[in-house]
C-alpha cells in the first residue's frame, strides 16, 4: 500500500501564496492519479486538482489560475502550489494517489491532511 504524507500548510493573509506537498511511500507496482482536495468545516471533500502520471492536469472552476499542480514521479512527490489566496480556500486539504497495487488490485489511498486557513 501507498502511504502519503503531507506538508506545507498554515496561515497567511488574502493575496498571499502557500505550497503544499505530499510525500509517498511504500511498495506499489503504480501510481497513476495523484491529486489534491480539500475539505471545509460542515461540507463536503471536493476536488482541488488531478494530476496523471504523464502530466495531464485538471483543475476545479475555483482555482483555475491561481493554483498549479505538479509532480516529481521519481520522488513520488505532488505539489500544490497556491497563489491568490482567498478566505474561502480555507479547509484541510487532503493528497489523494490512485494506482495498482503489486498483486495489480486497484487502490486510493489519502494523506492525514494539512490545515489551510486564509484571514481576511
Known amino acids: 500500500q501507498v502511504q502519503l504524507v503531507e506538508s506545507g500548510g498554515g496561515l497567511v493573509q488574502a493575496g498571499g501564496s502557500l505550497r503544499l506537498s505530499c510525500a509517498a511511500s511504500?511498495?506499489?507496482?503504480?501510481?497513476?492519479?495523484m491529486g489534491w482536495y480539500r475539505q471545509a468545516p460542515g461540507k463536503q471533500r471536493d476536488l482541488v486538482a488531478t494530476i496523471s502520471s504523464g502530466g495531464s492536469t485538471n483543475y476545479a472552476d475555483s482555482v483555475k489560475g491561481r493554483f498549479t499542480i505538479s509532480r516529481d514521479n521519481a520522488k513520488y512527490r505532488v505539489y500544490l502550489q497556491m497563489n491568490s489566496l482567498k478566505p474561502e480556500d480555507t479547509a484541510v486539504y487532503y493528497c489523494?494517489?490512485?494506482?495498482?497495487?503489486?498483486?495489480?488490485?486497484?487502490?486510493?489511498?489519502w494523506g492525514q491532511g494539512t490545515q489551510v486557513t486564509v484571514s481576511s
Open positions: 489523494n494517489a490512485e494506482g495498482l497495487g503489486l498483486d495489480r488490485t486497484a487502490f486510493r489511498s
Open positions: 511504500g511498495v506499489t507496482f503504480s501510481i497513476n492519479d
